[in-house]
């Protein structure tokens, strides 16, 4: 039995999230029915993060087992065959038998990406969210260095109490502001992008940890924001950290400005 890798991205603007679901297509279906259609052998797919309805990905991690075989370089060409063109398989690798996508996993980079202008361009609406007030996208950076180390991240948590524990070590947490859209970028983006300019329409906040709640992600950028609009000072940051509540948290923030970037592994 052989082990496939796979490394995806998708536009999940049309999609009901990764995970198969009774109320709409999911990215899941669709890649488990081409590789049933191409291995003529049904395979379930276990995957690096689930990501909600509208969230997007770049570097997406998912893994298979197949007694196929085809080379990965034609599993690669023969599911893009199947796929709709809103999926694509940026890479196919045959890994240890011991991988496994979920939790084989040391850290995820997402990216929320806020386009910061009165104008709304209708091709970026899927893919940014939209936010005409002024953002002081500093006072944001700054406000996010409270989350960075290991905490109780349950103020950011959607669904507590969980089956396991609210505990993540965020080891990254960048806002930047950039006249360019730079979300096409893997890794950690340039830092000479000038995080205090006024004048670049784009705000990208990066955020890199060992695990993810669910809407963790979302939870801390809507929070952000309210810095970013000085309703809330950096420093509150932390007392909503220290409070476990997510009452006292910002909102979810919408669910088309997020991008899975990037999953690391060992080795």
């Not at 003529?40 to 990905?57: C, I, N």
């Not at 890199?208 to 963790?216: P, R, S, T």
């Not at 940051?237 to 910002?250: H, P």
Request: aromatic content about 10%.
């Amino acid at each position: 039995m052989r082990n496939i890798k796979l490394t995806l991205a998708y536009d999940g603007s049309e999609f009901a999230g990764w995970q198969v679901q009774p109320n709409g297509l999911s990215v899941q279906a669709c890649v488990e029915t081409a590789i049933e259609k191409l291995t003529q052998q049904k395979s379930g797919v276990l995957v690096a993060g689930r990501t909600d309805a509208g969230v997007h990905a770049l570097g997406q991690v998912a893994n298979f087992q197949t007694e196929s075989s085809i080379p990965c370089k034609n599993i690669l060409s023969g599911l893009q065959r199947f796929l709709p063109d809103s999926i694509c398989i940026r890479k196919v690798d045959e890994v240890d038998a011991e991988f496994h996508a979920t939790y084989s996993a040391v850290q995820k980079r997402y990216r929320y990406v806020i386009h910061n202008t009165a104008i709304v361009y209708p091709f970026l609406r899927r893919y940014v969210c939209e936010f005409g007030r002024p953002l002081n996208s500093d006072g944001m950076h700054t406000a996010g260095q409270y989350l960075l180390g290991m905490h109780d991240f349950r103020c950011f948590e959607s669904h507590f109490p969980n089956k396991a524990t609210s505990v993540r070590t965020i080891k990254e947490l960048t806002v930047q502001r950039t006249s360019v859209w730079p979300v096409w970028n893997e890794g950690r983006l340039q830092q000479t992008i000038d995080r205090n300019s006024t004048q670049g329409e784009f705000i990208t906040i990066d955020i890199v940890a060992d695990g993810f709640l669910y809407n963790m992600v979302r939870a801390i950028v809507g929070t952000l924001l309210e810095v970013g609009v000085g309703r809330w000072s950096p420093g509150d940051v932390q007392k909503i950290l220290n409070s476990l509540d997510r009452s006292q948290a910002g909102a979810t923030a919408p669910a088309n400005g997020l991008y899975l970037v990037q999953v690391d592994y060992e080795g």
